[in-house]
């Protein structure tokens, strides 16, 4: 079974603060993305890595960095929280053909 | 990019054969169709993905027009457990990864 594992299911920080949220899989897929999911706004991208330190801007990512120094693991950074950074955030590696398919659980990140 | 549009919801009654429609009229000739479906709390889950006619699995079916201009996910006699969000993504599966976007998906209800 595919492995995409989250970090943190949960995760309270303050405002200004540095936010590493990890993300790491165990299929040696070259496609590896970040949502933000709102209610009422669906998923939205914020950054997609299609191999070892490449990155593209998904549709969101202002405020937001990525790091990707191994093939298994895809940070997403908060330069600085803010509060309007409160959300559920979703790691996604590719399936068989370039399409997300295999999604973490999320982590629930509360900036106070 | 293929925009896609999905009912916010629909209520079923348990047992029943339930159908979604996503309607897609942008799509490109080499972008694929894929469902998911997403508890509370939890990532997506790939159901299906298509490129046309009909693909079937052990979970649903998935009906695709000539045009490809629509798709519809069926799901045969659902249960309580049925109850989830659906979503429908087209983009491509070959030629290079492009961003891709989730629309809000559609809320199923199954009613005892």
């Known amino acids: 079974d595919v492995k995409v594992t989250q970090s943190s299911r949960y995760l309270v920080k303050r405002t200004g603060e540095k936010v590493f949220l990890e993300c790491v899989q165990d299929?040696?897929?070259?496609?590896m993305f970040w949502y933000r999911q709102d209610p009422g706004l669906g998923l939205r991208l914020i950054y997609f890595?299609?191999?070892?330190?490449?990155?593209e801007k998904g549709d969101i990512p202002e405020g937001y960095s990525v790091s990707r120094e191994k093939k298994e693991r895809f940070s997403l950074i908060l330069e600085s929280a803010s509060t309007n950074q409160t959300s559920m955030y979703l790691c996604?590696?590719?399936?068989?053909?370039?399409?997300?398919?295999?999604f973490g659980d999320g982590t629930r990140l509360s900036i106070l | 990019l293929a925009k896609t549009t999905q009912p916010i919801s629909m209520d079923s009654y348990e047992g029943q054969e339930v159908n979604i429609t996503c309607s897609h009229n942008n799509i490109a000739t080499n972008d694929y169709i894929t469902w998911y479906q997403q508890f509370p709390s939890q990532g997506p889950r790939f159901i299906i993905q298509?490129?046309?006619t009909k693909v079937t699995n052990e979970v649903a079916s998935l009906f695709i027009p000539a045009d490809r201009k629509s798709s519809t996910l069926s799901l045969p006699r659902v249960s309580l457990s049925d109850t989830a969000v659906y979503y429908c993504l087209v983009g491509p599966n070959y030629g290079g990864y492009q961003k891709v976007t989730f629309g809000i998906g559609t809320k199923l209800q199954v009613i005892p």
């Open positions: 299929m040696d897929h070259e496609n």
């Open positions: 890595s299609y191999d070892v330190k490449m990155k």
């Open positions: 996604a590696i590719q399936g068989q053909g370039l399409q997300p398919q295999h």
């Open positions: 298509g490129y046309k």
